[in-house]
């Protein structure tokens, strides 16, 4: 965008001499995001100039750049469109001149979500990042942590059909319980990555996808205590892999105060320091991120945005070792 002349929001801040944290964050992912394999990968799907002439769309790289800082402020349309036009550094980030570029408003950054859920490419996103941290050296080893968490929906029905998400269901937890939807993930042992996810409805028991975590070449699998009974199933009896799932809390409680007890508190203490693994991803996610009530209605389009989040956690949590090769 070399030659272009600034706004003055623009000027203000490039002579600023402390870096804000947003610029820094933009900063690191500017150079840990695969930039090139994912343009790549939406081309084909984008839209092209007609044959009549028309007005000509936006550059990709301006959209899908717009796209990834959507999920990583948690932003809606509206919201997006209004932080390009009053935050200097998202525009900067994005490649948009305030004087000379158009900015796309809400109903373009509603076009490109709904070509990435049209085609599907929220999964390969994250397939595209994950190779390209595996070139990097974080490839997926022997051991996967697996785990689930609930994400809530919109209870409400003031809405065109009056009516709650259909897809969308209650389950309860402990004495509570939450509407919407579970996110299931299988979590490298070592690096703490992401390897495979799944999302459902909270009413779906963790047990149910528990076999689509697993990327096949694991020796060891570890799981919290709601995952108990896993190693009887149909679909795991086959498979040589070692369990490591959590006593159920009453039955460890219960544990006899002898060294045959002792010994086994202290194994379920060290399984859940590697279990510990398992919630890194959550919390960039649901904290980080701010993803912990979806505002979109159904499961492709929840399942979309999961994926290109899970790629983002993975680059976010990766980030230290990528900078350190570029």
């Not at 933009?26 to 990968?41: H, T």
């Amino acid at each position: 965008m070399g030659g272009k002349q600034l706004g003055f929001g623009d000027y203000e801040q490039t002579t600023a001499r402390k870096r804000t944290k947003r610029e820094h964050f933009l900063g690191q992912m500017q150079a840990v995001v695969p930039w090139k394999a994912l343009i790549d990968l939406i081309e084909p799907y984008y839209p092209k100039t007609g044959s009549k002439g028309g007005r000509p769309p936006y550059p990709l790289e301006i959209m899908l750049r717009i796209h990834l800082m959507q999920q990583w402020y948690d932003l809606s349309d509206p919201a997006m469109e209004d932080a390009l036009i009053e935050v200097p550094t998202m525009r900067r980030f994005a490649g948009i001149n305030l004087i000379s570029d158009r900015i796309p408003d809400e109903t373009t950054i509603l076009s490109f979500r709904h070509l990435l859920e049209k085609h599907d490419l929220g999964k390969q996103i994250f397939e595209t990042v994950k190779a390209h941290l595996k070139a990097n050296g974080m490839a997926m080893k022997q051991g996967t942590i697996i785990d689930a968490t609930l994400i809530a929906a919109p209870s409400s029905t003031k809405n065109k059909k009056g009516e709650r998400d259909p897809e969308m269901h209650q389950t309860k937890k402990g004495n509570q319980w939450y509407f919407g939807m579970k996110v299931h993930i299988g979590v490298d042992k070592d690096n703490g990555l992401i390897h495979s996810i799944e999302t459902t409805s909270a009413n779906v028991h963790d047990l149910t996808p528990a076999a689509e975590l697993l990327h096949g070449q694991e020796t060891m699998v570890y799981a919290d205590s709601g995952y108990q009974g896993i190693e009887k199933r149909e679909e795991m009896k086959s498979k040589a892999i070692g369990f490591r799932v959590a006593m159920r809390p009453g039955k460890r409680r219960a544990l006899p105060d002898t060294p045959e007890g002792r010994l086994d508190d202290l194994i379920e203490t060290g399984q859940a320091h590697i279990r510990a693994k398992g919630e890194h991803p959550f919390r960039v996610i649901k904290r980080q991120f701010g993803f912990q009530k979806t505002r979109l209605r159904g499961m492709l389009k929840n399942g979309c945005k999961v994926n290109v989040l899970a790629a983002l956690a993975n680059l976010f949590m990766a980030r230290h070792l990528l900078l350190c090769k570029t």
